[in-house]
Protein backbone atom coordinates (compact mmCIF):
# COMPACT_ATOMS: atom_id res chain seq x y z
CA UNK A 1 0.00 0.00 0.00
CA UNK A 2 1.30 3.26 -0.96
CA UNK A 3 -0.25 6.97 -0.25
CA UNK A 4 0.04 9.58 -2.90
CA UNK A 5 0.52 12.89 -2.11
CA UNK A 6 -0.25 15.27 -4.98
CA UNK A 7 -0.11 19.40 -4.77
CA UNK A 8 -2.05 20.59 -7.84
CA UNK A 9 -3.47 23.59 -8.53
CA UNK A 10 -7.34 24.23 -7.34
CA UNK A 11 -8.77 24.68 -11.33
CA UNK A 12 -7.47 21.19 -12.23
CA UNK A 13 -9.49 19.25 -9.37
CA UNK A 14 -12.31 18.08 -11.28
CA UNK A 15 -10.50 16.53 -13.95
CA UNK A 16 -8.08 15.03 -11.68
CA UNK A 17 -10.89 13.91 -9.52
CA UNK A 18 -12.79 12.54 -12.73
CA UNK A 19 -8.85 10.59 -14.08
CA UNK A 20 -8.65 9.00 -10.71
CA UNK A 21 -12.37 7.67 -10.96
CA UNK A 22 -12.32 6.57 -14.43
CA UNK A 23 -9.33 4.15 -13.25
CA UNK A 24 -10.59 2.74 -10.41
CA UNK A 25 -9.64 4.70 -7.46
CA UNK A 26 -12.69 5.54 -5.05
CA UNK A 27 -11.09 6.96 -1.93
CA UNK A 28 -9.82 10.43 -2.09
CA UNK A 29 -9.03 13.13 0.72
CA UNK A 30 -8.74 17.07 -0.76
CA UNK A 31 -7.07 19.82 1.60
CA UNK A 32 -7.83 23.58 0.59
CA UNK A 33 -3.94 24.25 1.30
CA UNK A 34 -1.47 27.44 0.10
CA UNK A 35 1.72 27.04 -1.25
CA UNK A 36 4.61 27.68 -3.62
CA UNK A 37 7.44 26.35 -5.61
CA UNK A 38 9.16 28.10 -8.30
CA UNK A 39 5.66 30.00 -8.55
CA UNK A 40 5.86 33.47 -8.61
CA UNK A 41 2.88 35.12 -6.69
CA UNK A 42 1.87 38.55 -7.30
CA UNK A 43 1.53 41.79 -5.84
CA UNK A 44 -1.27 44.17 -3.87
CA UNK A 45 -1.58 47.68 -2.93
CA UNK A 46 -3.27 48.58 0.31
CA UNK A 47 -3.13 52.60 0.93
CA UNK A 48 0.11 53.11 -1.18
CA UNK A 49 2.29 49.99 0.05
CA UNK A 50 2.91 47.37 -2.21
CA UNK A 51 3.29 43.98 -1.18
CA UNK A 52 3.46 40.03 -2.68
CA UNK A 53 1.39 38.15 -2.32
CA UNK A 54 3.51 34.46 -2.38
CA UNK A 55 1.31 31.95 -0.88
CA UNK A 56 -1.12 31.10 -4.06
CA UNK A 57 -4.09 28.67 -3.16
CA UNK A 58 -3.47 25.29 -4.09
CA UNK A 59 -5.43 21.70 -3.87
CA UNK A 60 -3.65 18.76 -2.06
CA UNK A 61 -5.05 15.25 -2.70
CA UNK A 62 -4.07 12.40 -0.13
CA UNK A 63 -4.90 8.87 -1.45
CA UNK A 64 -4.20 5.63 -0.58
CA UNK A 65 -4.10 2.79 -3.55
CA UNK A 66 -2.49 -0.89 -3.51
CA UNK A 67 1.19 -1.52 -4.92
CA UNK A 68 -0.12 -2.29 -8.45
CA UNK A 69 -2.58 0.93 -9.29
CA UNK A 70 0.18 3.22 -8.25
CA UNK A 71 1.47 3.97 -11.36
CA UNK A 72 -1.73 4.35 -12.77
CA UNK A 73 -3.21 6.59 -10.64
CA UNK A 74 0.24 8.82 -10.75
CA UNK A 75 -0.24 8.86 -14.67
CA UNK A 76 -4.25 9.80 -14.27
CA UNK A 77 -3.09 12.85 -12.04
CA UNK A 78 -0.01 13.99 -14.07
CA UNK A 79 -2.61 13.45 -17.16
CA UNK A 80 -5.09 15.67 -16.00
CA UNK A 81 -3.45 18.36 -14.27
CA UNK A 82 -0.14 19.05 -16.57
CA UNK A 83 -0.51 22.17 -17.92
CA UNK A 84 2.91 22.68 -19.02
CA UNK A 85 3.41 25.96 -16.87
CA UNK A 86 5.04 26.38 -13.68
CA UNK A 87 2.53 26.26 -10.87
CA UNK A 88 1.70 22.64 -12.00
CA UNK A 89 2.77 21.13 -9.03
CA UNK A 90 4.08 17.93 -7.44
CA UNK A 91 3.55 14.32 -6.45
CA UNK A 92 4.74 12.36 -3.45
CA UNK A 93 4.90 8.80 -2.94
CA UNK A 94 4.89 7.17 0.28
CA UNK A 95 5.04 3.38 1.91
CA UNK A 96 1.91 2.68 4.47
CA UNK A 97 2.08 0.23 6.93
CA UNK A 98 -1.52 -0.06 8.16
CA UNK A 99 -4.95 0.51 6.63
CA UNK A 100 -8.39 -0.22 8.54
CA UNK A 101 -12.03 0.74 7.43
CA UNK A 102 -13.89 1.45 10.98
CA UNK A 103 -16.84 0.12 9.63
CA UNK A 104 -15.98 -3.13 10.23
CA UNK A 105 -12.34 -3.33 11.24
CA UNK A 106 -11.29 -4.52 8.12
CA UNK A 107 -7.34 -4.63 7.55
CA UNK A 108 -4.69 -4.12 5.00
CA UNK A 109 -5.47 -3.91 1.06
CA UNK A 110 -9.19 -5.10 1.42
CA UNK A 111 -9.74 -1.86 3.45
CA UNK A 112 -8.45 0.45 0.56
CA UNK B 1 1.33 52.98 44.69
CA UNK B 2 0.77 52.75 40.76
CA UNK B 3 -0.43 49.14 41.22
CA UNK B 4 -2.84 49.68 43.36
CA UNK B 5 -4.48 52.77 41.55
CA UNK B 6 -4.51 50.18 38.14
CA UNK B 7 -6.39 47.63 40.14
CA UNK B 8 -9.02 49.87 42.01
CA UNK B 9 -9.83 52.29 40.01
CA UNK B 10 -12.51 51.45 37.23
CA UNK B 11 -14.50 53.19 33.87
CA UNK B 12 -17.43 52.69 36.37
CA UNK B 13 -15.84 54.43 39.50
CA UNK B 14 -15.29 57.82 36.95
CA UNK B 15 -18.91 57.53 35.60
CA UNK B 16 -20.01 57.85 39.51
CA UNK B 17 -17.55 60.45 40.21
CA UNK B 18 -19.05 62.51 36.80
CA UNK B 19 -22.69 61.66 37.99
CA UNK B 20 -22.66 63.35 41.29
CA UNK B 21 -20.46 66.39 40.14
CA UNK B 22 -23.25 66.85 37.64
CA UNK B 23 -26.17 66.66 39.83
CA UNK B 24 -24.32 68.99 42.26
CA UNK B 25 -23.91 71.70 39.29
CA UNK B 26 -27.40 70.70 38.46
CA UNK B 27 -28.30 71.93 42.15
CA UNK B 28 -26.59 75.06 41.87
CA UNK B 29 -27.62 76.21 38.50
CA UNK B 30 -29.35 79.18 37.84
CA UNK B 31 -31.93 78.88 34.84
CA UNK B 32 -31.76 80.61 31.92
CA UNK B 33 -34.18 79.09 29.17
CA UNK B 34 -34.43 78.97 25.67
CA UNK B 35 -37.22 80.23 23.54
CA UNK B 36 -39.80 77.82 23.72
CA UNK B 37 -42.93 77.87 20.37
CA UNK B 38 -46.30 76.85 20.37
CA UNK B 39 -47.07 73.01 19.12
CA UNK B 40 -48.91 74.75 16.08
CA UNK B 41 -45.46 75.76 14.82
CA UNK B 42 -44.78 72.04 14.64
CA UNK B 43 -44.51 71.28 10.51
CA UNK B 44 -45.59 67.53 10.35
CA UNK B 45 -43.37 67.31 7.40
CA UNK B 46 -40.37 69.09 8.77
CA UNK B 47 -40.38 66.16 11.68
CA UNK B 48 -41.30 63.13 9.59
CA UNK B 49 -38.24 64.20 7.29
CA UNK B 50 -35.79 65.22 10.64
CA UNK B 51 -36.97 61.79 12.21
CA UNK B 52 -36.04 59.91 9.47
CA UNK B 53 -32.85 61.80 9.01
CA UNK B 54 -32.02 61.20 12.94
CA UNK B 55 -32.58 57.51 11.90
CA UNK B 56 -30.24 57.64 9.08
CA UNK B 57 -27.37 59.18 11.28
CA UNK B 58 -27.38 56.30 13.24
CA UNK B 59 -27.60 53.68 10.57
CA UNK B 60 -24.31 55.38 9.60
CA UNK B 61 -22.45 54.45 12.80
CA UNK B 62 -24.37 50.84 13.13
CA UNK B 63 -24.14 49.20 10.87
CA UNK B 64 -22.43 51.76 8.39
CA UNK B 65 -19.48 52.79 10.28
CA UNK B 66 -19.04 49.45 11.92
CA UNK B 67 -18.66 47.56 8.75
CA UNK B 68 -16.71 49.75 6.99
CA UNK B 69 -14.31 49.71 10.18
CA UNK B 70 -14.84 46.10 10.55
CA UNK B 71 -13.99 44.92 7.19
CA UNK B 72 -10.75 46.76 7.08
CA UNK B 73 -9.58 45.08 10.20
CA UNK B 74 -7.60 41.41 10.48
CA UNK B 75 -10.15 38.82 11.19
CA UNK B 76 -8.71 38.01 13.82
CA UNK B 77 -10.42 42.11 15.53
CA UNK B 78 -13.55 42.49 13.59
CA UNK B 79 -15.74 41.76 16.52
CA UNK B 80 -13.69 44.41 18.71
CA UNK B 81 -14.02 46.87 16.49
CA UNK B 82 -17.88 46.85 15.52
CA UNK B 83 -18.43 46.82 19.42
CA UNK B 84 -16.53 49.94 19.54
CA UNK B 85 -18.51 51.39 17.64
CA UNK B 86 -22.02 50.26 19.14
CA UNK B 87 -20.47 50.86 22.21
CA UNK B 88 -20.71 54.63 21.35
CA UNK B 89 -24.39 53.87 19.98
CA UNK B 90 -25.21 53.30 24.41
CA UNK B 91 -23.20 55.07 25.73
CA UNK B 92 -22.98 58.29 24.05
CA UNK B 93 -26.95 57.99 23.99
CA UNK B 94 -27.25 57.71 28.05
CA UNK B 95 -24.16 60.19 28.42
CA UNK B 96 -25.81 62.60 26.01
CA UNK B 97 -29.22 62.28 27.96
CA UNK B 98 -27.71 62.87 31.44
CA UNK B 99 -25.02 65.82 30.61
CA UNK B 100 -23.36 66.22 27.55
CA UNK B 101 -26.94 67.72 25.51
CA UNK B 102 -26.84 70.28 28.00
CA UNK B 103 -23.36 71.06 27.41
CA UNK B 104 -23.52 71.63 23.93
CA UNK B 105 -27.00 73.22 23.15
CA UNK B 106 -27.58 74.37 26.47
CA UNK B 107 -27.51 78.36 27.03
CA UNK B 108 -24.42 78.82 29.24
CA UNK B 109 -23.57 81.40 31.28
CA UNK B 110 -21.66 84.54 31.89
CA UNK B 111 -18.08 84.66 29.56
CA UNK B 112 -18.74 80.90 28.82
CA UNK B 113 -21.47 81.03 26.94
CA UNK B 114 -19.45 80.93 23.95
CA UNK B 115 -17.59 77.99 24.52
CA UNK B 116 -19.86 75.55 26.30
CA UNK B 117 -23.45 75.37 27.33
CA UNK B 118 -24.82 74.88 31.12
CA UNK B 119 -26.03 72.32 32.99
CA UNK B 120 -29.05 73.51 33.10
CA UNK B 121 -30.41 70.78 30.56
CA UNK B 122 -29.69 68.08 32.06
CA UNK B 123 -31.63 64.55 32.37
CA UNK B 124 -33.05 66.57 29.38
CA UNK B 125 -34.84 69.16 31.58
CA UNK B 126 -36.32 71.96 29.71
CA UNK B 127 -35.93 70.23 26.65
CA UNK B 128 -39.78 69.70 25.17
CA UNK B 129 -41.88 68.78 22.44
CA UNK B 130 -42.37 71.80 21.49
CA UNK B 131 -39.84 73.61 19.15
CA UNK B 132 -36.56 75.19 20.57
CA UNK B 133 -37.61 78.68 18.07
CA UNK B 134 -33.51 79.46 18.12
CA UNK B 135 -32.77 76.10 16.84
CA UNK B 136 -35.68 74.58 15.08
CA UNK B 137 -38.69 76.45 14.86
CA UNK B 138 -40.94 73.58 13.11
CA UNK B 139 -39.70 70.32 14.57
CA UNK B 140 -40.61 69.43 18.27
CA UNK B 141 -37.23 70.04 20.29
CA UNK B 142 -36.66 66.24 21.32
CA UNK B 143 -36.99 65.67 17.70
CA UNK B 144 -34.01 68.29 17.05
CA UNK B 145 -31.89 66.73 20.79
CA UNK B 146 -32.32 63.45 19.24
CA UNK B 147 -30.73 64.39 15.84
CA UNK B 148 -27.87 65.81 17.13
CA UNK B 149 -27.24 62.59 19.64
CA UNK B 150 -26.89 60.64 16.66
CA UNK B 151 -24.02 63.43 15.48
CA UNK B 152 -22.70 62.98 18.97
CA UNK B 153 -22.54 59.33 18.58
CA UNK B 154 -20.85 58.99 15.17
CA UNK B 155 -18.16 61.38 16.24
CA UNK B 156 -16.06 59.38 18.89
CA UNK B 157 -16.85 56.36 17.06
CA UNK B 158 -14.45 57.87 13.93
CA UNK B 159 -11.20 58.18 15.96
CA UNK B 160 -11.57 54.36 16.59
CA UNK B 161 -10.15 54.11 13.18
CA UNK B 162 -7.10 55.70 14.13
CA UNK B 163 -6.30 53.16 17.21
CA UNK B 164 -7.58 49.74 15.66
CA UNK B 165 -6.61 46.56 16.72
CA UNK B 166 -4.76 47.76 19.86
CA UNK B 167 -7.11 49.81 22.61
CA UNK B 168 -8.43 48.43 25.42
CA UNK B 169 -11.65 48.58 25.64
CA UNK B 170 -12.24 49.22 29.18
CA UNK B 171 -9.57 52.32 28.17
CA UNK B 172 -11.79 53.14 25.24
CA UNK B 173 -14.77 53.01 27.23
CA UNK B 174 -13.64 55.79 29.56
CA UNK B 175 -11.74 57.89 26.91
CA UNK B 176 -14.72 58.63 25.02
CA UNK B 177 -17.18 59.44 27.99
CA UNK B 178 -14.38 61.63 28.84
CA UNK B 179 -13.99 63.57 25.18
CA UNK B 180 -17.34 63.27 24.49
CA UNK B 181 -17.85 65.62 27.45
CA UNK B 182 -14.31 68.02 27.00
CA UNK B 183 -14.08 68.01 22.92
CA UNK B 184 -17.36 67.21 21.49
CA UNK B 185 -19.81 69.36 23.54
CA UNK B 186 -17.56 72.31 23.45
CA UNK B 187 -16.87 72.39 19.62
CA UNK B 188 -20.35 71.73 19.27
CA UNK B 189 -21.41 74.26 21.22
CA UNK B 190 -19.05 76.76 19.54
CA UNK B 191 -20.26 76.04 15.97
CA UNK B 192 -24.17 75.27 16.50
CA UNK B 193 -25.08 75.99 20.24
CA UNK B 194 -26.90 79.64 21.44
CA UNK B 195 -23.95 81.68 21.67
CA UNK B 196 -21.32 80.08 19.90
CA UNK B 197 -18.35 81.57 19.52
CA UNK B 198 -18.16 80.12 15.91
CA UNK B 199 -22.41 79.65 15.21
CA UNK B 200 -22.29 81.57 11.87
CA UNK B 201 -26.40 81.43 11.99
CA UNK B 202 -27.16 82.96 15.75
CA UNK B 203 -24.00 85.85 15.47
CA UNK B 204 -21.18 84.37 16.64
CA UNK B 205 -18.00 86.37 16.77
CA UNK B 206 -16.21 84.44 14.47
CA UNK B 207 -18.71 82.78 12.07
CA UNK B 208 -17.89 79.83 10.51
CA UNK B 209 -19.41 78.03 7.97
CA UNK B 210 -20.35 74.66 8.86
CA UNK B 211 -23.51 72.89 7.95
CA UNK B 212 -23.65 69.88 9.08
CA UNK B 213 -20.44 69.08 10.79
CA UNK B 214 -17.36 69.62 8.97
CA UNK B 215 -15.36 71.04 11.86
CA UNK B 216 -17.48 69.95 14.85
CA UNK B 217 -17.64 66.24 13.89
CA UNK B 218 -14.57 65.30 11.36
CA UNK B 219 -11.95 67.50 11.91
CA UNK B 220 -11.94 66.79 15.60
CA UNK B 221 -12.60 63.01 15.81
CA UNK B 222 -9.95 63.15 12.82
CA UNK B 223 -7.30 65.16 13.80
CA UNK B 224 -7.66 63.70 17.79
CA UNK B 225 -7.42 60.19 15.92
CA UNK B 226 -4.32 61.59 14.75
CA UNK B 227 -3.10 62.47 18.40
CA UNK B 228 -4.19 59.07 19.68
CA UNK B 229 -2.50 57.29 16.98
CA UNK B 230 0.87 58.63 18.22
CA UNK B 231 0.25 58.55 21.44
CA UNK B 232 -0.46 54.70 21.00
CA UNK B 233 2.46 54.01 18.91
CA UNK B 234 2.15 51.35 16.15
CA UNK B 235 1.15 48.35 15.57
CA UNK B 236 3.30 45.16 16.37
CA UNK B 237 4.86 44.70 12.90
CA UNK B 238 4.01 47.65 11.52
CA UNK B 239 4.49 48.91 8.89
CA UNK B 240 7.02 45.49 7.59
CA UNK B 241 4.13 43.51 7.72
CA UNK B 242 1.48 43.79 5.38
CA UNK B 243 -2.61 43.80 7.08
CA UNK B 244 -4.79 44.16 4.53
CA UNK B 245 -8.68 44.45 5.42
CA UNK B 246 -9.89 40.87 6.09
CA UNK B 247 -13.12 41.78 4.13
CA UNK B 248 -13.20 44.24 1.23
CA UNK B 249 -16.87 43.36 0.89
CA UNK B 250 -17.91 44.16 4.02
CA UNK B 251 -16.24 47.67 4.00
CA UNK B 252 -17.82 47.98 0.80
CA UNK B 253 -21.51 47.28 1.82
CA UNK B 254 -20.57 49.98 4.60
CA UNK B 255 -19.54 52.52 2.69
CA UNK B 256 -22.73 52.26 0.84
CA UNK B 257 -24.29 52.71 4.08
CA UNK B 258 -22.78 55.43 4.90
CA UNK B 259 -23.07 57.34 1.42
CA UNK B 260 -26.62 56.94 1.94
CA UNK B 261 -26.94 57.88 5.56
CA UNK B 262 -24.96 61.14 4.84
CA UNK B 263 -28.65 62.62 3.23
CA UNK B 264 -30.06 62.48 6.78
CA UNK B 265 -26.66 63.77 8.01
CA UNK B 266 -26.15 66.37 5.39
CA UNK B 267 -29.77 67.44 4.16
CA UNK B 268 -31.36 66.88 8.00
CA UNK B 269 -28.75 69.64 9.24
CA UNK B 270 -31.32 71.91 7.30
CA UNK B 271 -33.31 70.96 10.35
CA UNK B 272 -36.39 71.34 7.69
CA UNK B 273 -37.83 69.61 4.99
CA UNK B 274 -37.68 72.12 2.26
CA UNK B 275 -35.44 73.16 -0.61
CA UNK B 276 -32.10 74.03 1.71
CA UNK B 277 -32.59 70.27 2.50
CA UNK B 278 -32.72 69.50 -1.03
CA UNK B 279 -29.49 71.51 -1.70
CA UNK B 280 -27.53 69.85 0.99
CA UNK B 281 -29.02 66.38 -0.66
CA UNK B 282 -28.25 67.22 -4.10
CA UNK B 283 -24.73 68.60 -3.18
CA UNK B 284 -24.01 65.28 -0.99
CA UNK B 285 -24.79 63.18 -3.40
CA UNK B 286 -22.55 64.68 -5.65
CA UNK B 287 -19.91 65.51 -3.65
CA UNK B 288 -19.21 61.56 -3.22
CA UNK B 289 -19.55 60.47 -6.58
CA UNK B 290 -16.78 63.22 -7.75
CA UNK B 291 -14.85 62.48 -4.82
CA UNK B 292 -15.10 59.02 -5.54
CA UNK B 293 -13.63 59.47 -9.22
CA UNK B 294 -11.08 61.45 -8.08
CA UNK B 295 -9.48 59.06 -5.59
CA UNK B 296 -10.32 56.18 -8.34
CA UNK B 297 -8.29 57.96 -10.90
CA UNK B 298 -5.47 58.98 -9.07
CA UNK B 299 -5.05 55.12 -7.83
CA UNK B 300 -4.99 54.49 -11.63
CA UNK B 301 -2.44 56.43 -12.73
CA UNK B 302 -0.50 55.93 -9.84
CA UNK B 303 -0.84 52.00 -9.35
CA UNK B 304 -2.30 51.04 -12.62
CA UNK B 305 -5.50 49.70 -11.53
CA UNK B 306 -8.59 51.27 -9.51
CA UNK B 307 -9.48 49.55 -6.36
CA UNK B 308 -12.66 48.69 -5.19
CA UNK B 309 -11.77 49.77 -1.47
CA UNK B 310 -10.09 53.33 -3.18
CA UNK B 311 -12.92 53.55 -4.66
CA UNK B 312 -15.20 54.06 -1.83
CA UNK B 313 -12.42 55.65 0.22
CA UNK B 314 -12.93 58.19 -2.07
CA UNK B 315 -16.71 58.07 -1.71
CA UNK B 316 -16.07 59.03 1.99
CA UNK B 317 -13.26 61.70 2.09
CA UNK B 318 -15.97 63.62 -0.60
CA UNK B 319 -18.95 62.76 1.59
CA UNK B 320 -16.28 64.59 5.09
CA UNK B 321 -15.79 67.40 2.66
CA UNK B 322 -19.09 68.27 1.74
CA UNK B 323 -20.10 68.35 4.83
CA UNK B 324 -19.55 71.26 5.78
CA UNK B 325 -20.29 73.06 2.88
CA UNK B 326 -23.67 70.90 1.95
CA UNK B 327 -26.50 73.79 2.60
CA UNK B 328 -24.06 76.46 0.98
CA UNK B 329 -22.36 75.56 -2.31
CA UNK B 330 -23.91 74.85 -5.99
CA UNK B 331 -24.40 71.74 -7.18
CA UNK B 332 -21.28 72.37 -9.10
CA UNK B 333 -19.31 73.75 -6.43
CA UNK B 334 -20.20 70.25 -4.72
CA UNK B 335 -18.83 68.40 -7.44
CA UNK B 336 -15.59 70.49 -7.16
CA UNK B 337 -15.48 69.79 -3.54
CA UNK B 338 -15.54 66.18 -4.27
CA UNK B 339 -12.99 65.63 -6.94
CA UNK B 340 -10.61 68.00 -4.95
CA UNK B 341 -10.89 66.20 -1.67
CA UNK B 342 -11.22 63.14 -3.35
CA UNK B 343 -7.49 63.11 -4.74
CA UNK B 344 -6.28 65.28 -1.97
CA UNK B 345 -7.00 62.61 0.95
CA UNK B 346 -5.79 60.12 -1.92
CA UNK B 347 -2.29 61.55 -1.29
CA UNK B 348 -2.97 61.96 2.43
CA UNK B 349 -3.35 58.44 2.68
CA UNK B 350 -0.87 57.15 0.49
CA UNK B 351 1.92 59.57 0.75
CA UNK B 352 1.58 62.03 3.68
CA UNK B 353 1.14 58.95 5.80
CA UNK B 354 4.07 57.39 5.06
CA UNK B 355 6.25 59.99 4.77
CA UNK B 356 5.56 60.62 8.36
CA UNK B 357 4.87 56.85 9.35
CA UNK B 358 2.28 57.35 11.94
CA UNK B 359 0.24 53.92 12.47
CA UNK B 360 -3.44 55.82 11.58
CA UNK B 361 -4.54 52.07 10.78
CA UNK B 362 -8.21 53.02 9.29
CA UNK B 363 -7.25 56.36 7.81
CA UNK B 364 -9.24 58.14 10.45
CA UNK B 365 -7.07 61.17 10.40
CA UNK B 366 -5.84 61.75 6.42
CA UNK B 367 -9.56 61.33 5.65
CA UNK B 368 -11.65 62.52 8.62
CA UNK B 369 -9.47 65.55 9.60
CA UNK B 370 -7.46 66.12 6.37
CA UNK B 371 -10.66 65.69 4.50
CA UNK B 372 -12.69 67.66 7.42
CA UNK B 373 -10.00 70.85 7.00
CA UNK B 374 -10.15 70.55 3.43
CA UNK B 375 -13.67 70.89 3.15
CA UNK B 376 -14.06 73.63 5.88
CA UNK B 377 -11.65 75.74 3.98
CA UNK B 378 -13.04 74.99 0.47
CA UNK B 379 -16.87 76.03 2.11
CA UNK B 380 -15.28 79.23 2.88
CA UNK B 381 -14.50 79.87 -0.99
CA UNK B 382 -17.53 78.38 -2.91
CA UNK B 383 -20.60 79.50 -0.96
CA UNK B 384 -23.19 81.04 -2.23
CA UNK B 385 -25.88 83.00 -0.51
CA UNK B 386 -28.06 82.25 -3.62
CA UNK B 387 -28.46 78.89 -2.12
CA UNK B 388 -28.18 79.98 1.78
CA UNK B 389 -28.38 83.79 2.48
CA UNK B 390 -27.47 83.09 5.94
CA UNK B 391 -25.76 86.31 6.63
CA UNK B 392 -28.65 88.17 5.68
CA UNK B 393 -30.32 88.81 2.31
CA UNK B 394 -27.62 90.07 -0.95
CA UNK B 395 -24.91 89.54 1.68
CA UNK B 396 -22.17 87.49 0.14
CA UNK B 397 -21.01 84.54 1.54
CA UNK B 398 -18.26 83.17 0.13
CA UNK B 399 -14.56 84.02 -1.51
CA UNK B 400 -15.60 83.13 -5.08
CA UNK B 401 -19.01 85.61 -4.49
CA UNK B 402 -16.89 88.18 -2.87
CA UNK B 403 -16.90 87.53 0.83
CA UNK B 404 -13.31 87.60 1.14
CA UNK B 405 -12.58 87.37 4.52
CA UNK B 406 -15.01 84.08 5.04
CA UNK B 407 -11.78 82.22 4.16
CA UNK B 408 -10.32 83.66 7.56
CA UNK B 409 -13.14 83.03 9.41
CA UNK B 410 -13.24 79.36 8.30
CA UNK B 411 -9.44 78.76 9.30
CA UNK B 412 -10.24 80.26 12.98
CA UNK B 413 -12.74 77.39 13.12
CA UNK B 414 -10.53 75.06 11.85
CA UNK B 415 -7.83 76.22 14.17
CA UNK B 416 -9.97 75.79 17.49
CA UNK B 417 -10.80 72.67 16.78
CA UNK B 418 -7.36 71.61 16.18
CA UNK B 419 -6.41 72.72 19.34
CA UNK B 420 -9.27 71.54 21.22
CA UNK B 421 -9.04 68.20 19.73
CA UNK B 422 -5.44 68.31 20.21
CA UNK B 423 -5.01 69.52 23.66
CA UNK B 424 -8.31 67.87 25.03
CA UNK B 425 -7.43 64.52 23.59
CA UNK B 426 -4.22 64.49 25.22
CA UNK B 427 -4.95 65.25 28.67
CA UNK B 428 -7.83 62.47 28.34
CA UNK B 429 -5.04 60.04 26.77
CA UNK B 430 -2.67 61.08 29.56
CA UNK B 431 -5.23 60.57 32.44
CA UNK B 432 -6.53 57.29 31.11
CA UNK B 433 -2.98 56.02 30.37
CA UNK B 434 -1.91 56.79 34.09
CA UNK B 435 -5.02 55.40 35.68
CA UNK B 436 -6.18 52.21 33.79
CA UNK B 437 -3.53 51.77 30.80
CA UNK B 438 -4.90 52.44 26.99
CA UNK B 439 -3.35 49.73 25.30
CA UNK B 440 -3.63 45.62 25.26
CA UNK B 441 -0.79 43.80 25.90
CA UNK B 442 1.49 42.26 23.54
CA UNK B 443 -0.10 38.74 23.74
CA UNK B 444 -3.70 40.15 23.31
CA UNK B 445 -2.96 42.29 20.33
CA UNK B 446 -1.12 38.79 18.67
CA UNK B 447 -4.49 36.93 19.68
CA UNK B 448 -6.66 39.42 18.51
CA UNK B 449 -9.13 41.82 20.20
CA UNK B 450 -12.01 39.30 19.85
CA UNK B 451 -11.04 36.88 21.91
CA UNK B 452 -8.61 38.77 24.45
CA UNK B 453 -11.18 41.63 24.77
CA UNK B 454 -14.59 40.25 24.36
CA UNK B 455 -14.20 36.49 24.28
CA UNK B 456 -16.08 35.67 21.86
CA UNK B 457 -14.61 34.91 17.89
CA UNK B 458 -16.30 37.19 14.90
CA UNK B 459 -16.10 33.83 12.58
CA UNK B 460 -16.63 30.20 13.18
CA UNK B 461 -16.75 27.97 10.29
CA UNK B 462 -15.39 25.17 11.40
CA UNK B 463 -18.03 23.73 13.43
CA UNK B 464 -20.59 21.98 11.00
Not at chain 2, 95 to 121: D, Q
Not at chain 2, 165 to 174: G, N, P, Q, T
Not at chain 2, 392 to 402: I, N, R, S
Amino acid sequence: MQKIEAVIQPSKLDAVKDALVEVGILGITIFEARGHGRQKGHTEFYRGREYAVDLLPKVKLELVVPDEMVEKAIQAIITAARTGRIGDGKIFVSKIDEAIRIRNDERGEIAL
Amino acid sequence: MRCMAKKYLSGSKVAQWALGLGLLALAAGHARAQTTGPASAISNGDNAWMLVSAALVLMMSGPGLALFYGGLVRKKNILGTMMQTFAMMAVVTVLWAVVTYSLAFGVGSGHFAAFIGGFHNMFLKGVPLTPIMEYAPTIPGQTFMVYQLMFAIITPALICGAFAERMKFSAMLVFMVLWAIVVYSPMAHMVWGIGGLLNASLGGKFPTLDFAGGTVVHVTSGVSALVVALYLGKRLGYPQKPMPPHSVVLSFVGACLLWVGWFGFNAGSALSAGSLATSAFVNTHFGAAAAAIGWAAAEWIRNGKPSALGAISGAVAGLVAITPASGFVTPMGALWIGLIAGVGCYLMVVKVKNIFGYDDSLDAFGVHGAGGTLGAILTGLFANSGINAIFGAGKATGFFEGNHGQVVNQLVGVAIAWTISIVGTLIILFVVDKLIGLRVSEDEEREGLDISQHGEEGYDFENA
